[in-house]
């Protein structure tokens, strides 16, 4: 029996009224939201600032704010008619004194969506080498804006028997990572430069069973990115007769941009003490 030609047609009807709230909702979220990234070359005093917004009718407002809060630069910045903006923003006045992170924001109204913010490093009035994004589009689903990169470096000391493992992450994978060791005495036993690989990780292992660490005592073990402010890490190791002295594990430090977080996981192998820099 052949289908009537009125029950296709309400059919067809029936699932458009079923479907059509689903691609009209896939439809509009599409469409809302917005991005900015921020470059910069190492050295440079002018950010290039651009982006794209699902709502081109709308200036986007550029705020810059200085490590300690104040307001160093407003812009406006005019959409094309695909929602791209563009801008660029120079360092050299006397309102970019402050060493630090300077924080970016693009905002068109209230909204999260519509609300980013990317952080570049100044020192000396000029730019890091900086390549940082946000994006909204992404996070539709739930509600939020993407967060902002970790931007710093880690460092992790693994210590146990004569070995000392040390790893961690930065955001700088094109500058070395440092290592010394000091003595109690404050004498250098070991250095050694560690080169992150395209994630950003690094890690190498120190041997104590050589004359160099003969004398008892804390150790102190540093990471370091020569030349990068604020991007260093110290730890402390606990020796005697030449081996890790059995009592604490796992270390681990974290060197934001203002801030310094330590982060010490408790086992049974060695004793570890955090020296933060500021």
């Known amino acids: 029996m052949r289908p009537h030609k009125g029950s296709i047609t309400v059919v067809s009807l029936t699932l458009l009224v079923i479907l059509s709230p689903i691609f009209l909702h896939q439809a509009f979220a599409a469409e809302q939201g917005m991005t900015l990234v921020a470059t910069a070359n190492a050295g440079s ?5 651009s982006g794209h917004t699902a709502n081109p009718s709308k200036d986007v407002s550029i705020v810059v704010t200085s ?62 080498e900086t390549s940082v994004s946000q994006s909204s589009f992404d996070s539709l689903v739930t509600g939020g804006v993407a967060p902002t990169p970790l931007r710093g470096l880690t460092m992790e000391v ?10 961690g992450h930065t955001d700088r994978t094109n500058t070395a990572v440092t290592i010394v060791v000091k003595a109690p005495n404050g004498n250098i036993v070991t250095i050694d430069q560690v080169t992150p690989n395209a994630n950003g990780d690094y890690a190498t292992t120190i041997q104590t069973n050589s004359a160099l660490w003969k004398q008892d005592g804390f150790y102190t073990v540093s990471a370091q990115q020569v030349g990068i402010n604020g991007y260093s890490a110290s730890a402390q190791v606990e020796i005697a007769d030449g081996a890790v002295i059995p009592e604490f594990g796992t270390i681990a430090v ?3 941009a203002v801030a310094i977080i330590s982060i010490i996981a408790v086992s049974a192998r060695s004793r570890l003490n955090v020296l933060p820099k500021y």
């Open 67 to 128: 490590p300690n809060g104040n307001i160093v630069t407003i812009d406006q910045v005019t959409p094309n008619a695909n929602g791209d903006y563009a801008t660029t923003i120079q360092t050299n006045s006397a309102l970019w004194k402050q060493d630090g992170f300077y924080k970016i924001t693009a905002q068109q109204s209230s909204a999260l969506m519509y609300t980013l913010s990317v952080q570049v490093e100044i020192s000396d009035g000029t730019t890091a």
């Open 254 to 256: 974290m060197i934001l």
């Open 158 to 167: 693994d210590a146990g028997g004569i070995r000392v493992a040390i790893s």
């Open 45 to 49: 005093k002018t950010i290039s600032i």
